[in-house]
């Protein structure tokens, strides 16, 4: 399976902007579906944003539509979350996702559809 490691994550004041990186590593970037997620503190894991393997189809969220932007770079086997005009219900630990394109199945809106995760990275808002 591929690894995945994000940064980027931090505290900002609310309507400021974090963009969050998903860096992978041990298998062909190129051919996965990849998604980003979030869980806040006691609460489950809700979907952010996707972005397919080629990169031309993106899928996002309500909460997250004219603020966040995803996007990915095949070459640097890297994927981004520009996250714009931020609230305090964006606090939460965000995570990035990957299934192999082939091997999707299911909706990019749940995480039972990804195969592999990262560690998560801390966002915080403050108001």
């Known amino acids: 399976q591929v690894q995945l490691v994000e940064s980027g994550g931090g505290l900002v004041q609310t309507g400021g902007s974090l963009r969050l990186s998903c860096v992978a590593s041990?298998?062909?970037?190129?051919?996965?579906?990849m998604a980003w997620f979030r869980q806040a503190l006691g609460k489950e894991r809700e979907f952010v944003a996707a972005?397919?393997?080629?990169?031309?189809?993106?899928y996002y969220a309500d909460s997250g539509k004219r603020r966040f932007t995803i996007s990915r770079i095949n070459a640097k086997n890297t994927m981004y979350l520009q996250m714009n005009n931020m609230q305090p219900e964006d606090t939460a630990v965000y995570y990035c996702a990957a299934v192999p394109n082939r091997q999707f199945s299911g909706s990019y809106y749940y995480a039972s559809s990804y195969h592999s995760w990262g560690q998560g990275t801390q966002v915080t808002v403050s108001s």
């Open positions: 041990g298998r062909t970037f190129s051919i996965y579906d």
């Open positions: 972005i397919l393997y080629h990169g031309t189809s993106t």
